[in-house]
């Protein structure tokens, strides 16, 4: 079974740019989530996606993040403009129903 | 205060060690408790999983939980320097809030050969 796939892997941005993040979750995961992980902490929500609805994005600041899961399976996160405190790993997971989740790579994110 | 505190560590210990990793927690609705490992530059991976007070066994891996102390412990015996990664808890509600974990901020391990 294949796992989650992130894409990019990494990305340097300058600040005030935009930056997309994609995600595509294990087949047959119907959750799906996105954290945010920085330096030397645990990974925080920002938002949780039940098929095509997001049930849960009470994290996700909402001035400059924007995500989608069109169609209940892939996912995009989007920053615009991107700040310097941006830069972290961007982690997706998924999960069946409300089960065990599984963490894709991440993608880190620099933002100079 | 967090609702998760983890000791961060780093913690290095020689090979064939037992390592003792803990986390408390101040939310008496959690109910399950996780541990995972993360390598380097790698997303984290699940290890063991349990929502009852006391020990679960799994190879040289021991969760251990106290609800009582609000206290959890991963315990690894006979450590290997493959087991050199960061190791996170996380614990969640109910099942039907949708899996919402909480996580500490993770322990850097380091195992010397």
């Given at each position: 079974?294949?796992?989650?796939?992130?894409?990019?892997?990494?990305?340097?941005?300058?600040?005030?740019?935009p930056?997309?993040?994609?995600c595509?979750?294990?087949?047959?995961?119907?959750?799906?989530?996105?954290?945010?992980?920085?330096?030397?902490?645990?990974?925080?929500?920002?938002?949780?996606?039940e098929?095509?609805?997001?049930?849960?994005?009470?994290?996700?600041?909402?001035?400059?993040?924007?995500?989608?899961?069109?169609?209940?399976?892939?996912?995009?996160?989007?920053?615009?403009?991107?700040?310097?405190?941006?830069?972290?790993?961007?982690?997706?997971?998924?999960?069946?129903?409300?089960?065990?989740?599984?963490?894709g790579?991440?993608?880190?994110?620099?933002?100079? | 205060?967090?609702?998760?505190?983890?000791?961060?560590?780093?913690?290095?210990?020689?090979?064939?060690?037992?390592?003792?990793?803990?986390?408390?927690?101040?939310?008496?609705?959690?109910?399950?408790?996780?541990?995972?490992?993360?390598?380097?530059?790698k997303?984290?991976?699940?290890?063991?999983?349990?929502?009852?007070?006391?020990?679960?066994?799994?190879?040289?891996?021991?969760?251990?939980?106290?609800?009582?102390?609000?206290?959890?412990?991963?315990?690894?015996?006979?450590?290997?320097?493959?087991?050199?990664?960061?190791?996170?808890?996380?614990?969640?509600?109910?099942?039907?809030?949708?899996?919402?974990?909480?996580?500490?901020?993770?322990?850097e391990?380091?195992?010397?050969?």
């Amino acid at each position: 079974e294949a796992g989650v796939v992130q894409s990019p892997r990494y990305k340097i941005i300058e600040k005030k740019q935009p930056v997309a993040f994609w995600c595509n979750p294990i087949s047959g995961h119907n959750t799906l989530y996105w954290y945010l992980q920085n330096l030397g902490q645990g990974p925080e929500l920002l938002i949780r996606y039940e098929n095509e609805e997001a049930v849960d994005d009470s994290q996700l600041p909402k001035d400059r993040f924007s995500a989608e899961r069109l169609k209940g399976v892939d996912s995009t996160l989007k920053i615009q403009p991107a700040e310097l405190g941006d830069s972290a790993v961007y982690l997706c997971a998924s999960s069946r129903d409300a089960d065990t989740q599984y963490f894709g790579p991440g993608t880190r994110l620099t933002v100079l | 205060q967090k609702e998760v505190e983890q000791d961060p560590g780093p913690l290095s210990v020689p090979e064939g060690a037992i390592v003792s990793l803990n986390c408390t927690y101040s939310n008496s609705a959690f109910q399950y408790f996780m541990w995972y490992r993360q390598y380097s530059r790698k997303g984290p991976e699940l290890l063991m999983y349990t929502y009852s007070s006391g020990n679960k066994e799994d190879g040289r891996f021991t969760a251990q939980v106290d609800k009582s102390s609000k206290y959890i412990s991963l315990f690894i015996r006979d450590s290997q320097p493959s087991d050199s990664a960061t190791y996170l808890c996380a614990m969640r509600v109910i099942y039907n809030q949708g899996g919402k974990l909480i996580f500490g901020q993770g322990t850097e391990l380091s195992v010397k050969p």
